[in-house]
């Protein structure tokens, strides 16, 4: 599976836009892209996922670039409840035997 | 529909014992994957299960073995606990070809 590359942490306040970007150099052209969000003590909560263009939904849109090296997950108006880590993942449909989590990316939102 | 269920949520063990942990996954979903989350490892897949059968292995000793029933209902097994495996234990499930997982609440697992 391919190796992402997610920045370690992210800060932000209550009402802005926040756009967290995934490296993911070595994508296939089998893999999709998939976004979780993680709450202290809990399970991974699938967010969102994408092949290639944007995605959105009622939650966040992604945005992937033609060369599909990278993709942007982006959080309208966030609000506290948003802090979380986010994490990027990449994999082909076909094998999604393992996931590999990276590190993810800790956002903490401000009042 | 209901999401994935796991129980216990919390269990206490010590050293050497053995622990079984269950999973229920979404009704229809009949993959269903563990994972390990610690503070310093992050969180590392285990094992995962398709109509009862392993497709795959993470890097964990043997004492680490699972499996799944005909109604895809999983158990994962521990044994000879040592104080490291003390962990967030996570299971997911999903349908076949999709790599959307969706996570249970986790059971947490203290050894002392």
């Known amino acids: 599976l391919a190796k992402t590359t997610q920045p370690i942490s992210m800060d932000s306040y209550e009402g802005q836009e926040v756009n967290i970007t995934c490296s993911h150099n070595n994508i296939a052209t089998n893999d999709y892209i998939t976004w979780y969000q993680q709450f202290p003590s809990q399970g991974p909560r699938f967010i969102i996922q994408?092949?290639?263009t944007k995605v959105t939904n009622e939650v966040a849109s992604l945005f992937i670039p033609a060369d599909r090296k990278s993709s942007t997950l982006s959080l309208p108006r966030v609000s506290l409840s948003d802090t979380a880590v986010y994490y990027c993942?990449?994999?082909?449909?076909?094998?999604?035997?393992?996931?590999?989590f990276g590190t993810g990316t800790r956002l903490q939102v401000f009042p | 529909k209901a999401g994935v269920t796991q129980t216990p949520r919390y269990l206490i063990k010590t050293r050497g014992q053995q622990v079984t942990l269950s999973c229920s996954p979404i009704s229809g979903h009949r993959s269903v994957s563990w994972y390990q989350q610690t503070p310093g490892q992050g969180l590392q897949f285990l094992f995962e299960y398709f109509s009862e059968t392993q497709r795959n292995k993470g890097n964990f000793p043997g004492r680490f073995s699972g499996r799944q029933f005909s109604n895809s209902r999983s158990e994962m097994n521990v044994s000879t606990l040592e104080l490291g495996d003390s962990a967030l234990y996570l299971c997911a499930s999903s349908l076949v070809g999709e790599t959307g997982k969706f996570f249970g609440p986790g059971t947490r697992l203290t050894v002392l």
């Open positions: 993942l990449v994999g082909d449909r076909q094998n999604t035997d393992k996931l590999i």
């Open positions: 994408g092949y290639k």
